[in-house]
């Protein structure tokens, strides 16, 4: 089998902030964000209400909070930060792994499986690897050649579930065509998917009551994103764009667990924009860039742009650039808040990947 | 452990009819059907359409049929008959079963746990008994008292994993108050889950590509009703009111693998009405009765109430009747077809019970 592996082995993971003269934490506000990075699982699946009807007194006519945003409102739309939001995650993180290693000697590992030269899914395996070293996980990195046969791929994963110091797999996506990836995926142990592709993963997700071992991590961004920013979910509209596994069953999956009522559109929705349009919150996941346009959107709505499509364009460093599901200028004169693209969902999906794989460490480790 | 085992051996399946004097089957058109009842598995679980978005000429303007029915129309809705729907289902079941006893000798089993006397479980229980034997599947009813041991039910169904003649598993909900639901359900093995509640089961539903052992027999009659009424799915907007595990949740996964864009309203969905009034079709589970007024309908929606609700009644000869979520009498007013409660969707879901534990026992025997 002709596999590079890699083993990255994080430089310690980044010290807490010395004392200053008077006895005080340097930088005090990052530092409490370390604390309060945490969300608990019961709250990213929310809260099991009971659903009890109430159908000659309905909450429809008395709860529903008036949207903020009027149209003669002078809108001022927050746009997400979801950079800033990442770093207070893997401050979380980071401060977390180094209580892990200081009380265990050991540490988060996780592997990731390249296969081929693709530009871009060597940039997202980048990405990863050094997000990882940044917290303080040991990240293997497993590349294979374009043309090898897919049991090698099957065999690197299987000999990754075999190995105590790794704790999330992930293979990076798409595979070369000759590869069954539904197989592939298959081969990671239910414990180490931290992806949370695993269909037992995804019913335990859709089944109120029950708790996945991973939530896919991009619902997960989606969750935090907006429970950070302040936006109430429990029976808000919400259109969620896209429907891949990836990314669009899951957000779907868990925003339902949230209580918010979910349209879920696809490429074979007729008038999409009739649902999108009369969303509180539109979440795109269709990995088309523009698709949203201003008709789209409700005045006042709150946007998730989970799309990041490259555009060629030779006269930029790359010869593309990237840009979102959402005509951003456009969503800015209507929205009361949105994500950019880059720099919203990406970095806190994989601050997520890393959450998940400290997860999977605790729950190998036996802390709690 | 005191179980009160029944074993209902059916009498011989059904025979066909025997031919006239002239040498022709009687009742041609009921046995035609025989052979048309099955729907394959793919065509129940839908293509795997591609999502191939066109944002540029989007389908939203072209492709969207208008609703055949205008104000000025004079409707006349068509009542989608379950009772006839599911007769048709259960000649075809007898007719594999007979198929399947004269090449093996062996037939289809279903075990059903009963805990307690509670009157509207023992007659769920009776009625599905009965459909047993109609088709010639043999039924084995596990009676336990109301005041036993949670670990009496989960050895119940522990022994029905290891009976080979037994090929479907349901325990009767809901079970007393003092045992775990989640915890009897679970010991049902995933090959015996007729009811198609273990959460790898419901992944296998929610991801498109993937085969589910059994889908949920309420969700396989919502689509049987609706693809045998002629109800195209691909594209239509539709509500499902409720989320249960039970009927909401899989009826809204497996309307998304028929490419229909679904909306999952649920007790704290606000203005639930502005949805489901702008729905193609409309399908109640919400358990709650006369929740869905002539308002929340659109002209010319389908409905399917999969609500079976006893009102009280002192007049009718059990002291109650039964209604659906629909208020059938102003809805017959805008729809332009609907389902009747009693018999519309609860006799398909009972054929469809029939359909799991005849697939499985397919399975178990190694016949294609």
Redesign the interface.
């Known amino acids: 089998m002709r596999v590079l592996l890699k083993r990255l082995v994080a430089a310690s993971p980044p010290r807490p902030p010395a004392l200053n003269s008077i006895g005080v934490f340097v930088c005090p506000r990052k530092y409490e964000a370390e604390r309060a990075w945490r969300r608990s699982k019961a709250s990213m699946l929310a809260p099991d ?7 000659l007194s ?4 008395t ?2 909070s008036p949207a903020r945003h009027h149209d003669n409102d002078d809108l001022k739309p927050k746009i997400i930060n979801g950079k800033a939001i990442a770093e207070e995650i893997r401050l979380g993180i980071a401060s977390e792994i180094r209580q892990m290693k200081d009380s265990t000697g050991k540490v988060p590992g996780l592997a990731v499986v390249l296969v081929g030269k693709r530009r871009d899914s060597r940039s997202y395996v980048r990405y990863k690897v050094m997000a990882c070293e940044e917290v303080g996980i040991t990240s293997i990195l497993a590349e294979l050649p374009e043309d090898c046969p897919e049991l090698d791929v099957v065999n690197a994963v299987s000999n990754f579930n075999k190995d105590p110091s790794v704790h999330g797999i992930l293979v990076q996506l798409p595979l070369p065509q000759h590869m069954d990836e ?1 197989k592939v995926l298959s081969a990671i142990s239910l414990e180490k998917d931290v992806d949370g592709f ?7 997700l ?5 708790e996945p071992l991973f939530i896919p991590c991009a619902a997960k961004a989606c969750i935090e994103l907006l429970l950070r920013s302040g936006v109430e979910l ?4 919400v259109a969620v764009i ?4 990836v990314v669009g ?1 899951p957000i779907s ?1 868990l925003l ?1 667990r949230h ?1 918010a ?15 999108t349009s ?1 969303a509180d919150i539109v979440i795109s996941a ?3 860039a ?2 949203v346009g201003r008709n789209w959107l409700k005045r006042g709505a709150v946007v998730i742009d989970v799309g990041t499509n490259p555009v060629e364009d030779p006269n930029s460093e790359h010869g593309y650039y990237l840009t979102g599901d959402v005509c951003y200028e456009e969503a800015l004169q209507v929205v009361s808040a949105i994500t950019p693209v880059p720099g919203g969902v990406g970095p806190v999906t994989i601050a997520m990947l890393l959450s998940n794989t400290l997860d999977s460490a605790r729950r190998a480790y036996g802390l709690s």
Do not use: C, Y
């Open positions: 209400l009971p659903d009890v009807w109430s159908p309905p909450a429809s006519s709860l529903f539904e695993h269909p037992l993963n995804v019913g335990n859709a089944m109120r009551g029950r429990i029976g808000k509209n896209g429907r891949s596994r069953l999956l339902q209580h009522t979910v349209s879920t559109i696809h490429a074979h929705s007729k008038n999409p924009e009739d649902i009369e269709a990995g088309v523009n698709l």
